[in-house]
Each structure stands twice: as structure tokens, then as C-alpha cells.
């Protein structure tokens, strides 16, 4: 607890009470919601006065309290008794409200024939009927230290003098309400009263001196000066009145009956130590140790926190003595039963306020909470919950805020939120909780927070049209341009008997099935067109989506795989061209044979029984897990290192080869002087442009992945965004490229060398016809 005293929040409006001065039969909250739900016990005695002709019973249950009678209160009828002490009776001090209890009072008081004259002392008995307000009074010489000539005040501190030579009264008379003094000046300029050095009156101008508060003698209007004098604070504790804070183990029994607020977090101290405060309004007891919960009994408590504790059954029957309850916390407590099918016959309708977050609930009946039909708020964050039952929550028609922050929310009913037309604001980490279509109608979606998803929308699978568009013209290369170079190498070059032909028709091959991928994909994005709110899960889970994944894994490690091989093939045979060390026809498909098999077996790592509950390719609705952010998933580690470490190390090698290559070209072009040398540099060139044309594509693919997966893996943040962008726009892009940078690159060659070979018999043929001239 802070210096401050714990306050009670009133039901209308912001208007705050402290809890010492809730339940005490004065009315402060403008609403009277401080007082009109308070339950007293029953008084006893063997003479009860009371002051109407009836008494209401507090309730059924079972009282033990000191003796006391019963007066009930006539200034507020819903506040149900007052217990004021035997003592209290006839002792010429309203304790009672309506002052009942000095009524029919038979006091004999002697009152002084003879009376000093002014300036003198007055001071008031406490001894007979105040029926009319007015109090005996007790008039004393000054003390003879005092000059009653001085030009000073001659009254001590504890009073104030009545014009010039008039009498010295009590300070509580300032200000008061009531003339005191002839002159009537003890209540002029009551408007700018200062009670600085005394006690302030509750809601009035009275000030009281520190020597009259608690001495027995009511002098503020609402006997405020009177209060919490008798209470002792437990050692270790913090009180303000009845709130009182303890943090660690306290002796329980030195709290004060009445005490109002009780937080006992990290005290180790169960509620049955307190089971007879019967007015306590707030208890915590968070962080105590519970394992368990019997049957509470407080007729007056409105809040109540059993957070952090050892719970594992918390039922309608442990509540059942708790009819005021408004909020209730069970957070963080490992609950394996919570308001089972056994609690549907009773009900709460004063809760408005659960909080289970942290309650490990994967599946989640929404029927268990109908027992509080009228709750406002629910906070089930960090449940954990993925799939909800039941018919949603239309039981909690009056349910203002939804919290479910920290649950997957995978499945659940079109209708959760239907019905509930006074919901205001709701917290998720599935955004297809802020759907228009799921929220009911009218409702704010500026007040819907949940993680925007990057890729779909509740409508479609592709939430941007630049999606679609890229994804259609990567699709259409990647089929056509593998399928006319398969069509091409079987057809035109099938004379080649090089292994370097060989790797390009298996390219080709595994680029065509990131093409099939691709079309899956788009497919999908169109068959379920404005209805993929309802439709996410069951794709993401289908056999369609599973086998799209599949493809472009095996489409991507085959492609890199076999890259590496093109490159070491053609530095074979560039930089040792007499050497027979090189990939003929049947080694490169032995080769290319076992490379398939590794990629189909690392693609089919994730399908596997003991690794089916990572869900690899239905995580997302492209049905590729790209482990470029630094949000954790099951199978992280395994897309990690395939997909990020091994492409990378394979980009790495086909860097260095191309620039082996390279070098190997220019070494031998330098070493060349024949006559033929401005063609053969001519060539070399061409061969140079098209290794850096593979190169930079083979950099714009995999260098920005591998970029991004080493900065997330160090816990650098990466947007979303950047994660589908790489999926749509630069994953496909080696197989999109691939058909013109190893085919028709050639075919163009082929072409040309054409051409200089035509060109050159028609050279030869002139020269040899003008040698036959001659």
C-alpha cells in the first residue's frame, strides 16, 4: 500500500471513498453505492433498544461478536442496522444516527448557581439528553497564571475568546453552524477557515485541537474525531484506518474487527484466519501459498485476489458465501477445474470482473462463466486458449471488455461475439478477432487491438493486390520458362552429352515445381475470395497447403543444391579443360538423383510423427514457415538451419566458384596470342556477363534471406512485411530467372555462333573463289 489510504471507486461517476469510511452508516458516494449493499451482523444483548418497530436480519448466517444492541438507522433505509456498545447508552453522546440511543434518558445534572464572569473557561458535559442539541456546560475562572488583562488572548490554544471580554470557548464551536457567541462572531468568515496545526471536521469547517481528538467527546459533526482511536496497527504492517497493508507473515488476531480493506499479498495468511471480519470489503491474498479453497464467507466483500497461488479447483460453491463479489482474480494459478457443470445452478450476478490470465486453459467451455451473467469485463490473457466450445458468449450479454492477448484463438465459433452489443473493447493475438464480420454490430474497430497480419486480410488470403500481381508473373515465368526449357534440352539439345546439360534439365525440373507452388497458392488466394475469415484454418491444415509447402522446400534446396554443382562443373572445365576430371552424362544423374533424395528427405523431415506437432507448412497461409522474425514457433530451429544456414552456405560456395570462374577465364584469355585472340576475348566476355548475370541472381535470392535470418536469430527485430515480401517476391526469383540465364542464354549462343560460322564459310568460299580467279 502507498501513504495513501485505499479508496472505493463509487458505481456512478469517478468519485472515490476511502474503505474506512464505507459501511459505516453515513451515506458519501452521491450514489449511495458506498453503503446500499453493506451487511451487519445481527446485535445482541439482553435489552435491545430500537428505533423503528422492526429490525431486517442480516442474513442466515452465524455471528459471534462482542455484546451490542440494535438501533436501526431511519436516515438511510437501506442501511440494514447499527451496533454502537452497551456503553454507549445514556452517556449524553449521540452514537446512534438518529440519536436514539439517548432517548427516554433520565439524567440529573447539577448545574452551577453561581458562574464566574467573563472572561472565563467553557467547557462542555457530556452528561445529559441531546434531543435538542445543546450540551450542559461547565464554566471555569482562568487558570491564575493567565492575565486576564493582557492585551493578548487570555484563552488557552484550545479555545477562542468571543469578542473582547466575552467567554473562552471550545475551538469545535468555529464555524460550526451555530451561533455560539452573542455576538455571533464565532461564525463570520467561516468561507476561508484554516485548520492548520488542528484537525479538519469530516465535510465541514470545524477544526478540533490535537488534545480533543479522541478523548472520548464527540466534537465533529460526524463524530470523525472519534474514529480508529481504539485500533492497533500489526507489526510489519501499514494501516490507514481499517485498510491495512501487511507483505509478509502478521499476527492476524491483532486486526481490528471492523477492518474494511485487508491486502495480504505475500503473507502466507489464509482467509479462514479471517473468516469473522465479516464487514471486510477488499482481501488479497496473492502470492499466499494456497492450495486450496474452502467456503468463504463474507457477506461485504466486493473484491476479492487469490492470484499466484497453488489453486487447482476453484468452484461456485467456494463462492457461495460471497454475495456482494464484484471482482474476482484468479490469475496465474495452475486451475485444473474452474466452475465446472457442477456450478451451473448458481449464479453471481453482482461479479463484473474475472480475471484468469495466466490459467492454462488450451480448450475453453465459454459456458462454465454463464454463472456471471452480468460481468463487464473477462481477461483471459495469456491462457493460452486455441480453441473455444460452446455457443460463444452469448451468456455474458452485458460483457464490456474482452482480453485474449496471448491465445493462438485457432478455433472458435463464428458467434463468440455475436449478442453482445454493449462490448466496447477487445484485446487479441488473432486478428481475425477484429473482423467486422466477427465483432457484433455498431461496434468501434479503433477499440479492437490485435497484430496486423502481413499477409492476409480477413477477406483473402493475399490482403495486397502488388502480392497477387508479383506472385502471377513469377508463377507464369517459372512454369513457362521451365517447361519450354525442359521442352528445348529434350528436344533440340538432346545430342549434348555434357553433365553440365544434364544439372540444367534437373534445374528446370525442380524450378518448375516452385512454378506448381506458386499457382497452389494463387489458387487458393481465389477459390476463397471474401470468405477467408472463416476459411484460414481448414487451408492452412489441408492436404492442398501441406503438399504446396512441401513442393517449394524440396523446389528450393534442389535448386541451390544443384547450382552448386553447375558451378563446380563449369570451374572444372574451365579451369582444367585437358583434365578428364568432370561430370559426364551418368555421373550427373546419379548426382542430381541423390540430391533429389536429400531434399525430399529434408522436406519430409517436418511431416515425420514425432516432429507433426510443429505444424511446419500450415503456419501461415503461404505454407511457408521463413524463420526471419524473432517470434518463436515449434520447428524454428530445424527452418533455421535448412532454409537459412544451408542456403547461405550454399550461396557462399557459388560466389566463390563464380569468381574462380571468372578468374580461371580471364587467366586463360591473358595467356592467349594467337591471331584469334579478339574472338576469344569476345567470348570470354560473354561468358563473364552471363556468370555475373548468375551470380546477382543468385544474390538477390538468397543474400537477403540469410541477411535476415542471422539478424532476427540474434534478436534484432524484423518487420512482418519484410517476411512476405521475401516469401512472394525474392524466394521465387531463381526460378523465375533460371530458364533464361542457363537456356536461352545458350540458345542466343548457339544462335550467334551460328551466324559467325556462316559468316566465316561464306569468308572462306570468297577467298577460295578468288583464288581460283587468280
Not at 135 to 164: K, Y
Not at 384 to 396: A, E, N
Not at 437 to 457: H, I, Q, V, Y
Not at 643 to 661: E, K, P, R, T, Y
Request: proline share 6%.
Amino acid at each position: 500500500m502507498t501513504s495513501l489510504p485505499a479508496m472505493l471507486t463509487c458505481s456512478a461517476g469517478s468519485q472515490r471513498v476511502p474503505y474506512s469510511l464505507v459501511c459505516d452508516h453515513r451515506q458519501q458516494c452521491a450514489d449511495g453505492s458506498d453503503e446500499n449493499f453493506c451487511v451487519f451482523a445481527p446485535c445482541s444483548g439482553s435489552t435491545p433498544q430500537e428505533c423503528a418497530t422492526s429490525s431486517q436480519s442480516a442474513s442466515n448466517l452465524t455471528w459471534s461478536k462482542e455484546e451490542k444492541y440494535k438501533v436501526q438507522s431511519v436516515h438511510d433505509v437501506l442501511c440494514v442496522s447499527q451496533c454502537v456498545p452497551l456503553s454507549a447508552l445514556c452517556d449524553g453522546q449521540q452514537d446512534c444516527l438518529d440519536g436514539s440511543d439517548e432517548e427516554h434518558c433520565d439524567f440529573k445534572v447539577e448545574q452551577n448557581i453561581r458562574t464566574p464572569p467573563p472572561p472565563a473557561l467553557v467547557n462542555f458535559i457530556p452528561l445529559s439528553s441531546t434531543r435538542n442539541g445543546q450540551f450542559p456546560f461547565l464554566i471555569t475562572p482562568l487558570p491564575q497564571s493567565v492575565d486576564a488583562n493582557s492585551s493578548s488572548s487570555p484563552c488557552p490554544e484550545t479555545h477562542f475568546q468571543c469578542a473582547d471580554d466575552g467567554y473562552c470557548l471550545p475551538l469545535f464551536l468555529l464555524c460550526n453552524g451555530v451561533n455560539d457567541c452573542p455576538g455571533r462572531e464565532d461564525e463570520a468568515g467561516c468561507g476561508r477557515v484554516s485548520c492548520r496545526g488542528l484537525y479538519r471536521c469530516r465535510a465541514s469547517s470545524v477544526c478540533v485541537h490535537p488534545t480533543h481528538v479522541c478523548d472520548g467527546v464527540y466534537q465533529c459533526p460526524q463524530h470523525d474525531d472519534e474514529l480508529f482511536c481504539d485500533i492497533t496497527c500489526p507489526p510489519g504492517c501499514t494501516c490507514h484506518g481499517l485498510s491495512v497493508a501487511c507483505h509478509a507473515p502478521f499476527p492476524a488476531d491483532m486486526l481490528h474487527p471492523d477492518i474494511r480493506y485487508l491486502d495480504a499479498s505475500g503473507s502466507a495468511l489464509t482467509p479462514s484466519r479471517v473468516i469473522e471480519h465479516t464487514l471486510l470489503i477488499h482481501l488479497s491474498v496473492s502470492g499466499c501459498g494456497l492450495g486450496s479453497l474452502g467456503n468463504l464467507t463474507f457477506p461485504n466483500l466486493r473484491s476479492l485476489d487469490l492470484s499466484h497461488n497453488r489453486l487447482h479447483d476453484v468452484s461456485a460453491g467456494h463462492l457461495r458465501g460471497l454475495p456482494n463479489l464484484q471482482h474476482l482474480f484468479l490469475s496465474g494459478n495452475p486451475l485444473q477445474s474452474l466452475f465446472d457443470s457442477h456450478s451451473q445452478n448458481l449464479s453471481f450476478p453482482a461479479v463484473i470482473t474475472l480475471d484468469v490470465s495466466g490459467v492454462h486453459m488450451p480448450t475453453l467451455d465459454t459456458e462454465r462463466f454463464a454463472i456471471f451473467p452480468a460481468l463487464h469485463t473477462l481477461n483471459l490473457s495469456h491462457c493460452g486458449v486455441d480453441r473455444i466450445t460452446g455457443h460463444g458468449l452469448l451468456s455474458l450479454p452485458a460483457l464490456r471488455v474482452l482480453d485474449t492477448e496471448g491465445c493462438p484463438m485457432t478455433h472458435f465459433p463464428r458467434d463468440l461475439l455475436s449478442g453482445l452489443d454493449r462490448l466496447q473493447s477487445v484485446a487479441a493475438d488473432n486478428y481475425k478477432l477484429c473482423c467486422q464480420a466477427t465483432l457484433p454490430p455498431g461496434f468501434n474497430l479503433a477499440n479492437c487491438r490485435a497484430p496486423f497480419d502481413e499477409l492476409s486480410s480477413c477477406e483473402s488470403l493475399l490482403r495486397s493486390d502488388l502480392y497477387r500481381v508479383f506472385l502471377s508473373i513469377f508463377a507464369a515465368l517459372a512454369l513457362l520458362g521451365n517447361v519450354g526449357c525442359f521442352v528445348v534440352r529434350t528436344l533440340y539439345l538432346k545430342s549434348s552429352k555434357s553433365g553440365f546439360s544434364v544439372f540444367v534439365t534437373h534445374l528446370s525440373l525442380s524450378d518448375f515445381l516452385m512454378g506448381v507452388y506458386l499457382a497452389v497458392i494463387g489458387v487458393a488466394d481465389r477459390l476463397y475470395r471474401d470468405s477467408y475469415l472463416w476459411e484460414d484454418v481448414g487451408w492452412r491444415h489441408s492436404a492442398g497447403c501441406g503438399v504446396a509447402g512441401y513442393l517449394s522446400l524440396v523446389s528450393s534446396e534442389v535448386s541451390a543444391l544443384i547450382i552448386c554443382l553447375i558451378t563446380l562443373d563449369r570451374f572444372l572445365v574451365l579451369r582444367f579443360p585437358l583434365s578428364t576430371l568432370r561430370f559426364n552424362t551418368r555421373s550427373a544423374h546419379l548426382t542430381c538423383t541423390g540430391v533429389w533424395l536429400v531434399a525430399m528427405v529434408m522436406a519430409a523431415v517436418p511431416l515425420l510423427p514425432v516432429t507433426s506437432h510443429w505444424s511446419f507448412y500450415s503456419r501461415t497461409g503461404i505454407c511457408i514457415p521463413l524463420p526471419v522474425t524473432r517470434g518463436d514457433f515449434p520447428g524454428q530451429q530445424y527452418a533455421f538451419g535448412v532454409i537459412i544456414v544451408l542456403n547461405f552456405v550454399l550461396f557462399m560456395l557459388i560466389a566463390v566458384g563464380q569468381a574462380s570462374i571468372y578468374a580461371a577465364i580471364s587467366a586463360n584469355s591473358i595467356d592467349s596470342v594467337t591471331v584469334t585472340d579478339s574472338s576469344r576475348k569476345s567470348a570470354d566476355l560473354r561468358i563473364a556477363r552471363r556468370l555475373v548475370s548468375v551470380a546477382l541472381s543468385d544474390f538477390l535470392c538468397w543474400f537477403p534471406i540469410g541477411l535476415l535470418g542471422l539478424l532476427a536469430a540474434r534478436g534484432v527485430a524484423v518487420p512482418g512485411e519484410v517476411s512476405v515480401g521475401l516469401a512472394i517476391l525474392v524466394l521465387p526469383l531463381n526460378s523465375a530467372l533460371n530458364p533464361f540465364l542457363y537456356t536461352i542464354n545458350m540458345l542466343l549462343e548457339r544462335r550467334r555462333r551460328g551466324r559467325d560460322e556462316g559468316l566465316l564459310k561464306q569468308v572462306l568460299a570468297q577467298i577460295a573463289e578468288e583464288d581460283r580467279s587468280v
